[in-house]
């Protein structure tokens, strides 16, 4: 009786300070809401560990077991020199530099505003710019330039395929601080394209645009989406063909597929998804999100990102294409070459 009188009195006190969450609420926002509401709840708390703590009164915020305060939590690295690829690797045991993120991921590698979260085969990263952190679109030898042969007048390149590993060690000798590097745009993937091949949608990098893509509006025309990354910021918004692109500020860009277009969508296969956060719920997006898999649905691959909080993401090239190397390591191989890829650049 006593425990009990305890744990009401705790509840209690917890959700009149809870945010009320209206029935309205898209599940974005109630994700923030749900958010902002764990931070009532104490980590070193009975609460931390229940499934669902439900308010006593109706339209008050439900706190799910996936998300949890981390205000008080240290980090544990373990520094060693990677002798296969000559670079320093840092190893996180315990990382919680993010005031949330669901339970069931672990912190497996970090640097300087970034860090890497894995659970079984689904891995995410998270990268703040605001702390000066960086995302780099890079592609290969351009073979020859496709000069005003893209779909809306630019070029339309042919791209040098090659294994992520080697695309690896390309960025690596020209940046130190590169944390991570993982596959990006889709692209023809047949047997004449298996050296040299086309990048399907556009890509813009460091204020070039290197691709206009060759699909244009033949393929998924209402269902594209465009990542820009700015240096302290980034924004997913539709797609509108060449407006969007060549009316952009935005020295990067990438433009993928929406979450619900059929690309197999329910199979379980390689998955690359982006997203885009807004932790401190200013109106800028200072936070990209990375997921890679092995093994996901697009529905899956898409939950994943907003439980750490996204408030939308975009799909890139998944199936085979799907591989991670971080820090030297390779965590999701495959096979497949591939002619673009997205760098992570650690703060300095």
Same mark, same amino acid.
């Given at each position: 009786?006593?425990?009990?009188?305890?744990?009401?009195?705790?509840?209690?006190?917890?959700?009149?300070?809870?945010?009320?969450?209206?029935?309205?609420?898209?599940?974005?926002?109630?994700?923030?809401?749900?958010?902002?509401?764990?931070?009532?709840?104490? =980590? %070193?708390?009975? *609460?931390?560990?229940?499934?669902?703590?439900?308010?006593?009164?109706?339209?008050? &915020?439900?706190?799910?077991? @996936?998300?949890?305060?981390?205000?008080?939590?240290?980090?544990?690295?373990?520094?060693?020199?990677?002798?296969?690829?000559?670079?320093?690797?840092?190893?996180?045991?315990?990382?919680?530099?993010?005031?949330?993120?669901?339970?069931?991921?672990?912190?497996?590698?970090?640097?300087?505003?970034?860090?890497?979260?894995?659970?079984?085969?689904?891995?995410?990263?998270?990268?703040?710019?605001?702390?000066?952190?960086?995302?780099?679109?890079?592609?290969?030898?351009?073979?020859?330039?496709?000069?005003?042969?893209?779909?809306?007048?630019?070029?339309?390149?042919?791209?040098?395929?090659?294994?992520?590993?080697?695309?690896?060690?390309?960025?690596?000798?020209?940046?130190?601080?590169?944390?991570?590097? =993982? %596959?990006?745009? *889709?692209?023809?993937?047949?047997?004449?394209?298996?050296?040299?091949?086309?990048? &399907?949608?556009?890509?813009? @990098?460091?204020?070039?645009?290197?691709?206009?893509?060759?699909?244009?509006?033949?393929?998924?025309?209402?269902?594209?989406?465009?990542?820009?990354?700015?240096?302290?910021?980034?924004?997913?918004?539709?797609?509108?063909?060449?407006?969007?692109?060549?009316?952009?500020?935005?020295?990067?860009?990438?433009?993928?597929?929406?979450?619900?277009?059929?690309?197999?969508?329910?199979?379980?296969?390689?998955?690359?998804?982006?997203?885009?956060?807004?932790?401190?719920?200013?109106?800028?997006?200072?936070?990209?999100?990375?997921?890679?898999?092995?093994?996901?649905?697009?529905?899956?691959?898409?939950?994943?990102?907003?439980?750490?909080?996204?408030?939308?993401?975009?799909?890139?090239?998944?199936?085979?294409?799907?591989?991670?190397?971080?820090?030297?390591?390779?965590?999701?191989?495959?096979?497949?070459?591939?002619?673009?890829?997205?760098?992570?650049?650690?703060?300095?």
């Amino acid at each position: 009786m006593f425990a009990y009188l305890i744990f009401s009195a705790i509840a209690q006190s917890i959700h009149l300070s809870a945010p009320k969450l209206p029935a309205s609420k898209s599940e974005n926002e109630r994700a923030k809401f749900e958010r902002i509401a764990a931070s009532t709840v104490p =980590t %070193n708390s009975a *609460f931390a560990d229940l499934r669902y703590l439900k308010t006593a009164q109706r339209g008050f &915020a439900v706190l799910p077991v @996936a998300y949890v305060a981390a205000n008080s939590i240290h980090r544990e690295h373990s520094l060693g020199l990677d002798a296969k690829n000559g670079i320093s690797s840092q190893i996180v045991k315990s990382d919680r530099n993010q005031k949330f993120f669901p339970l069931g991921f672990k912190a497996i590698r970090s640097a300087p505003g970034v860090t890497l979260y894995n659970q079984k085969s689904d891995y995410v990263q998270v990268v703040d710019l605001s702390q000066g952190a960086s995302v780099k679109f890079l592609y290969g030898e351009i073979t020859n330039p496709g000069k005003k042969q893209g779909a809306y007048g630019g070029n339309d390149p042919k791209l040098r395929r090659q294994t992520l590993t080697q695309a690896w060690k390309n960025f690596y000798s020209f940046n130190k601080k590169a944390f991570s590097i =993982t %596959n990006g745009q *889709f692209f023809r993937n047949d047997t004449k394209s298996a050296t040299i091949t086309n990048l &399907a949608f556009p890509v813009k @990098a460091n204020g070039i645009i290197m691709s206009d893509g060759y699909a244009g509006e033949s393929e998924f025309a209402s269902q594209k989406l465009m990542l820009a990354v700015w240096k302290n910021r980034a924004e997913i918004s539709v797609f509108n063909g060449k407006n969007s692109l060549y009316s952009s500020s935005a020295p990067n860009i990438i433009v993928g597929l929406s979450e619900k277009a059929n690309k197999f969508m329910n199979k379980n296969l390689g998955r690359t998804f982006m997203g885009v956060l807004d932790r401190d719920y200013n109106g800028i997006s200072e936070t990209v999100l990375i997921f890679n898999s092995s093994d996901s649905t697009q529905f899956h691959a898409a939950q994943t990102l907003k439980k750490f909080g996204a408030d939308q993401v975009v799909m890139l090239d998944g199936g085979g294409s799907s591989q991670l190397l971080a820090q030297g390591v390779n965590y999701i191989t495959s096979p497949r070459t591939i002619p673009q890829t997205i760098g992570v650049v650690s703060a300095p």
